[in-house]
C-alpha cells in the first residue's frame, strides 16, 4: 500500500475517504470498503418526514458549497476541507475538492470516478458493498428514497419541512462496527449539515451553503 494519508490516518479511522482523505488509491479499496440517535419506531410512517422525501424526490439538481471539519483521535489538531457538491437526479453525486488539494470524486450510477493529478481510476460499487451502503446514505436521502433508505439504515426523523433532523444508523453489522451514526439537518430542501459519528469516537462535520446562480432568488 502507498504510504499517503489514508494509511496515515489509520486503517479503522477512514470514514469519508472517498470524500475527506486524499490519496485513495484502487488496491486499498478493503480500506474505503470500512467506510461509510437512537432508532424510532415507525419513522417510515411519520407524515412530515414522508411530505419532505417527497419534496426531496422533486429535486432535479443541486449545488452548494461546504466545508468540512474532521477530527481524528490519533491528530493533535483536526483536518479541513472546501470544496463543492453536486446532485443530479437520481444517482449522481459529484464533490469537487478545492482546498486543500484540488481532486474530484464521481458517484454515477454504481461507479466511484476518481480524478485527482491528471489521472482518473474507478471504482465498481457492485464490488464494494459496504461502500456502496454508505454512499445511499447521502444519495437516497437527496433523492427521496425512502426505501432504499430504510434498506440500509434505521431511520430517526425529528422536525417538520420547516426545521428537521434525520438520523441514521447501519444496519449492516460490518457498517456499523465502524460508523455509529450519519445525521442530517435542514431547512425544506435545503440540508444545512452533516454530522458522521464513528465508532471509535472520530467524527467529521460538513456545512453546506446553497450556491446563488446569476438570476436565482437570493
Known amino acids: 500500500l502507498p504510504p499517503d494519508s489514508s494509511i496515515l490516518l489509520g486503517v479503522h479511522r477512514i470514514t469519508g475517504s472517498i470524500f475527506m482523505t486524499s490519496g485513495i488509491r484502487t488496491k486499498s479499496l478493503y ?18 418526514f414522508r411530505v419532505l422525501m417527497k419534496a426531496f424526490a422533486g429535486v432535479d439538481e443541486s449545488r452548494v458549497a461546504y466545508s468540512e471539519i474532521k477530527s481524528l483521535g490519533i491528530l493533535e489538531s483536526t483536518l479541513e476541507q472546501s470544496g463543492i457538491l453536486i446532485y443530479s437526479a437520481p444517482e449522481t453525486v459529484i464533490r469537487e475538492i478545492r482546498k486543500p488539494v484540488t481532486e474530484t470524486y464521481a458517484i454515477i450510477g454504481h461507479t466511484v470516478q476518481i480524478m485527482k493529478g491528471g489521472e482518473e481510476e474507478r471504482i465498481d ?17 437527496l433523492s427521496g428514497n425512502i426505501k432504499r433508505l430504510g434498506e440500509h439504515y434505521h431511520l430517526d426523523f425529528i422536525g417538520n419541512g420547516t426545521n ?8 449492516n453489522p460490518e457498517l456499523a ?42
Open 164 to 171: 428537521w433532523k434525520l438520523s441514521l444508523r447501519p444496519r
Open 31 to 48: 480500506i474505503v470498503a470500512t467506510l461509510v440517535v437512537s432508532n424510532i419506531v415507525g419513522a417510515h410512517d411519520d407524515e412530515s
Open 125 to 141: 460499487l457492485d464490488a464494494v458493498p459496504l461502500l456502496m451502503a454508505f454512499i445511499e446514505s447521502f444519495r437516497a436521502t
Open 177 to 218: 462496527a465502524f460508523v455509529d451514526s450519519i445525521v442530517f439537518t435542514g431547512r425544506y430542501t435545503r440540508i444545512e449539515e452533516i454530522l458522521i459519528s464513528e465508532t471509535g469516537g472520530d467524527w467529521s462535520r460538513m456545512s453546506l451553503v446553497p450556491i446563488v446562480e446569476a438570476g436565482d432568488d437570493p
